[in-house]
């Protein structure tokens, strides 16, 4: 790097030249744009949304899964308020959430809610916060993630569904049901089943059913679960 100005020497116009090794300097400014741009890179091809908003709760930044997303630009959504893509439902539970943050309270959240999509509808989508500061420490704004979690949803809700209607079926059975993971432990039973046992469902599951039931022969004497035919059978079938 090299600076001149002019000056007067020994009664003459003279300039003073002065030459400064900015080597490092200029080594460690490519270094950063190059870790800039490798950073961008990998922000630019994230499946989920990465965000930045202001200590207003305005976007700052939006990564293209925005559009993915939402359907809207992201020229077109920096600058509005976050809550304005939010469905009106769930938009008290997010401030909830989020509020924590800009008190100083929590430095990160977690939580699902519904964004709108541009031609309709919403997407379920998993909001993952954490608090910016700025150099004094104060409150500058959040960063994080927006995860589409739909699908996911969808699926554990038909989960949930078929898990009742199997539940509502053997309960309306006359039989008792039971089942055994490999080590004998209750790991489900119908209504009728408790009946029959006289314990609460809740005191069965997590039970050994041979230690529980079938601990002793009819004299008192024990019953080595090795010799129990009821045990054999539920294991290996025979």
Request: proline letters at 3%.
């Amino acid at each position: 790097e090299i600076v001149s100005y002019s000056l007067a020497f020994d009664g003459h116009a003279a300039r003073m030249v002065l030459v400064h090794d900015v080597t490092d300097r200029y080594e460690a400014q490519h270094a950063l744009m190059r870790s800039e741009q490798k950073y961008r890179s990998v922000i630019e091809q994230m499946q989920d949304v990465f965000f930045r908003t202001d200590e207003h709760g305005l976007w700052t930044f939006l990564n293209p899964a925005w559009t993915a997303l939402t359907g809207h630009a992201v020229a077109d959504s920096l600058g509005t308020h976050y809550l304005s893509h939010v469905h009106p439902s769930d938009r008290t539970m997010l401030l909830d959430a989020v509020r924590p943050l800009a008190s100083g309270a929590m430095e990160s959240t977690l939580v699902q809610v519904r964004f709108f999509r541009r031609d309709g509808g919403y997407r379920w989508v998993e909001a993952s916060t954490r608090v910016t500061h700025d150099s004094a420490g104060g409150f500058e704004g959040t960063t994080g993630t927006l995860r589409d979690v739909t699908e996911r949803r969808a699926a554990e809700q038909e989960r949930q569904r078929l898990a009742t209607n199997i539940r509502q079926l053997l309960d309306a059975s006359g039989e008792g049901i039971f089942g055994l993971d490999a080590r004998g432990v209750i790991t489900f039973v119908n209504r009728r089943g408790s009946e029959m046992l006289g314990y609460g469902a809740e005191e069965l599951i997590g039970r050994n059913m041979h230690e529980l039931t079938h601990y002793a022969r009819a004299d008192g004497t024990p019953y080595p679960v090795e010799e129990c035919p009821i045990q054999r059978a539920a294991i290996e079938g025979v």
